[in-house]
């Protein structure tokens, strides 16, 4: 099982980037998908999810308006838009998926991607 997240850079306030997390290992189509940050000296927290069928999503509220979680499940991929990026989306940016296996609930988790927004 992994989940290999990619994208992530130095932009300037107001940029854009685009995450991806791709996943192997498991069926990733049954699968709940979150991108979670954590900044220094910070908590990690949950900035959007989207359910196994992309039919649902939802979103830390800072980032309504500005950021689109979206998947595609014949690529095994989920990706976060980051669009009118501000110093304050400064952080690790993690992805963790959850999903039934045998009657237990597994949830893996990336190894991370920085971005960085300053001028």
């Known amino acids: 099982v992994q989940l290999v997240e990619s994208g992530g850079g130095l932009v300037q306030p107001g940029g854009s980037l685009r995450l991806s997390c791709a996943a192997s290992?498991?069926?990733?189509?049954?699968?709940?998908v979150s991108w979670f940050r954590q900044a220094p000296g910070k908590e990690r927290e949950l900035v959007a999810g989207?359910?196994?069928?992309?039919?649902?999503?939802n979103y830390l509220d800072s980032v309504k308006g500005r950021f689109t979680i979206s998947r595609d499940n014949d690529k095994n991929t989920v990706y976060l838009q980051m669009n009118s990026l501000k110093p304050d989306d400064t952080a690790v940016y993690y992805c963790?998926?959850?999903?039934?296996?045998?009657?237990?609930?597994?949830?893996?988790w990336g190894q991370g991607t920085q971005v960085t927004v300053s001028s």
């Open positions: 963790h998926a959850i999903y039934w296996l045998g009657g237990r609930l597994v949830n893996p």
């Open positions: 290992g498991f069926s990733f189509s049954t699968a709940g």
């Open positions: 989207i359910s196994s069928a992309g039919s649902s999503t």
